[in-house]
Every structure is written in C-alpha cells, then in structure tokens.
C-alpha cells in the first residue's frame, strides 16, 4: 500500500509568487495535516482537515490555504511567498482526527524561495 | 499556550544506552507522540503514550508522567543508524480535534 505521497518534492520560487502543494493520503485516511518545518526546528502546524472541513489551525498568516477534496486529497495554497516560507512542507494522514490515532507523513516538499 | 522542550543535541557511544528528556506544557493533554527523522527525510513514528508508565519496544522504550508533565525515549543498544533527530510531541484538543505540537527535535550524534 502506497503511504502518504506529496508533490512536488522540491520547487524554486520567487518572492511574491503564489505555490500550490499537494498531498494524498493513505488509503482510508480521511483526515490531513500540513506541518511546516523551517531547517532545526520541529515541524510547525499549519491546518487539518476532516472529512473535508478544516477542523484546525495553526499561527500562519491568511496567505495560507487550504482545502480537502472528496477524494481526500489535500492543497496547501501559500500566497505572496517571502523569503521566510522556505521551508520543508510535511502533510500527514490519519484514519480520524481523534487523539491518538497515530499521523504518518509523507516525504515532504522542499521549498525554496528566491 | 503550548510549550515542549527538549535538549537540542546528545552524543553517545554505539552499544550504549541513551535517554532522551522532554517536558511539555499544553492546554489539555491527550498523549505524548515520539517521533524519528533522519537528515533529509520525513519524521517517522516511533510511539504514543497515553497513561503512565514505560511502554516497550524493541530497543526503544517510552516513559510518560502526566502529573510531572515529562516523558522520555529510551534508546538500547544504540547503533549508528540511531543517529538522527527525535522529535517528541504532545496531542492537545484544539477546534474540535486533535493536533500534536511538536518540540524542536534533539539530534542525537552516536559514534563509534
């Protein structure tokens, strides 16, 4: 079974561009988080969603977005991109998005922004 | 708010037994995740602590206090693929679900 697979794995982008990330979950997950994790630190939540309806979110700037589809598949949408976003942007997937249910990640995508 | 902190960077000797420590401060608590992640590589589940006590696996063993607010990750017989970043996060309601707020990660250096 494939796990949590995201695209693309590394991008260049401009300061002020827009960025679009993609993330599918295990299969029979319904529920995804993005994380973003900025070099040594830990990852840093960004939103999850459920069922597709946003169930949390994190200190991010409305620049972020994101949604669910029916499929559960996930976007992470960043606008007006500053040099700060550079970052690892990790989505994981868990079965609910009741505690203890274990979240698994996917690879990531790096972004770099120029 | 929330707040978990661990050490930054540990070294060990292969074959040794090294103890990771971290303590968290969350609104609510629901249990204790540790985490796994290699240079370069997406984190990767090692457990989840829900009540007390030390729960066994393999060569990685985990400890969580809810009343102390602390919990750590055991590590035996310690190899040199060990070496990596240990990030522990503690799952805290949040909106109506469930998030985990990670820590930064202790690199753990083990040598020969």
């Known amino acids: 079974d494939a796990g949590v697979t995201q695209s693309p794995t590394h991008l260049i982008k401009t300061r002020g561009q827009h960025v679009t990330l993609r993330c599918s979950p295990i299969?029979?997950?319904?529920?995804v988080s993005w994380y973003q994790q900025v070099l040594g630190q830990g990852p840093q939540f960004i939103f999850q969603?459920?069922?597709?309806?946003?169930?949390g979110r994190g200190n991010f700037p409305d620049r972020f977005s994101a949604r669910q589809f029916p499929n559960y598949s996930s976007e992470l949408n960043v606008n007006a991109l500053l040099l700060g976003d550079s970052a690892l942007y990790l989505c994981?997937?868990?079965?609910?998005?009741?505690?203890?249910?274990?979240?698994?990640f996917g690879e990531g995508s790096w972004l770099t922004v120029v | 708010g929330q707040n978990i902190d661990q050490p930054t960077e540990m070294t060990a000797t292969e074959g040794a037994i090294v103890q990771i420590n971290c303590t968290y401060q969350?609104?609510?608590?629901?249990?204790l995740f540790w985490y796994q992640q290699h240079a370069g590589e997406a984190p990767t589940f090692l457990s989840y602590?829900?009540?007390?006590g030390l729960e066994e696996k393999g060569r990685f063993s985990s400890f969580l206090s809810r009343s102390k607010g602390y919990s750590y990750l055991l590590l035996k017989e310690l190899q040199m693929k060990d070496s990596a970043s240990y990030l522990c996060?503690?799952?805290?309601?949040?909106?109506?679900?469930?998030?985990?707020?990670f820590g930064r990660g202790t690199s753990l250096i083990v040598h020969p």
């Open positions: 602590n829900v009540l007390d």
């Open positions: 969350t609104s609510g608590f629901n249990g």
């Open positions: 996060a503690a799952s805290h309601p949040s909106g109506g679900s469930y998030i985990p707020t």
């Open positions: 299969s029979g997950h319904k529920s």
């Open positions: 994981a997937s868990s079965s609910t998005a009741n505690s203890g249910n274990t979240i698994y």
């Open positions: 969603y459920y069922e597709k309806e946003e169930r």
